[in-house]
């Protein structure tokens, strides 16, 4: 599972899953199904029966163009005016932000236009079927990304991510928050600390909890030994994800 940090106006760091080259695949198959029944919709209401004729009159160029239209222009316009999302991304809870969380302006939506290549559709001859190269392009690019970007993604400098953060809390979480009432703190000189180092703390520890894999537990035991030597203790808990647990406990409930 890859994710990204953005920080809030409130300086707080909300960390959100990127979309997985999977789920964007089945949003764009989403969004093309829906309008292969809007072209077939409308070529019955205009009594046409050959997107690629072999020859064409001034009539039949424009109603063909009109129904290409809300095809061609459908992504840039529609992600700009519901920040982010096509009816494919609606479905699939995705969306299209900057690199730093906020919705995509009209430069970054039309760099990703362009990219995709729907203004190919343009076109009535044969050679619109070049279109259908363009997303497997993009699927490989995606899938070696780092970000799972394409191209015009990149060129944009924007992502695609999950509608809801990784990290979700509920009311129950709230009322379980502990005040010195209630709950004698085990290392009084985790007050000592920063928002900031409990803010790394925090991120370790959901980082092990949603991917545990090597790096984020060697991360987490050098944060802990590191943590307890700062507390001067003889030597760190054996148990040290439980360890940074009650420190981020201790330190929130000193600093209420």
Do not use: C
């Amino acid at each position: 599972m890859k994710s990204i940090e953005f920080e809030s106006a409130q300086n707080v760091k909300i960390e959100y899953e990127l979309a997985s080259v999977g789920q964007r695949a089945a949003a764009a198959i989403i969004d093309f199904v829906a309008f292969v029944i809007y072209f077939v919709v409308m070529a019955m209401v205009l009594g046409l029966n050959d997107f690629f004729p072999e020859s064409m009159g001034p009539q039949m160029f424009v109603e063909l163009l009109v129904i290409k239209l809300p095809f061609i222009f459908y992504h840039p316009l529609i992600e700009y005016l519901t920040q982010g999302q096509s009816l494919g991304k609606y479905i699939l809870g995705i969306r299209v932000v900057t690199m730093t969380g906020e919705r995509p302006g009209l430069r970054e939506v039309f760099t990703r236009w362009i990219f995709k290549g729907d203004f190919i559709w343009i076109s009535a001859d044969i050679l619109v079927l070049v279109w259908f190269i363009i997303p497997i392009m993009g699927i490989l690019f995606a899938g070696t990304s780092p970000l799972n970007q394409r191209i015009g993604d990149a060129m944009a400098n924007v992502i695609v991510i999950k509608n809801k953060s990784s990290i979700q809390y509920t009311l129950r979480d709230v009322l379980s928050i502990k005040n010195q009432e209630n709950y004698a703190p085990v290392y009084p000189n985790a007050i000592r600390f920063t928002d900031e180092d409990m803010l790394l703390i925090k991120n370790a520890i959901q980082r092990v909890r949603s991917n545990p894999n090597p790096e984020n537990k060697r991360f987490a035991i050098e944060l802990a030994d590191e943590s307890a030597r700062l507390l001067g203790l003889p030597e760190t808990p054996e148990k040290r994800m439980q360890f940074l647990q009650t420190l981020l406990q201790d330190y929130v409930v000193l600093t209420r």
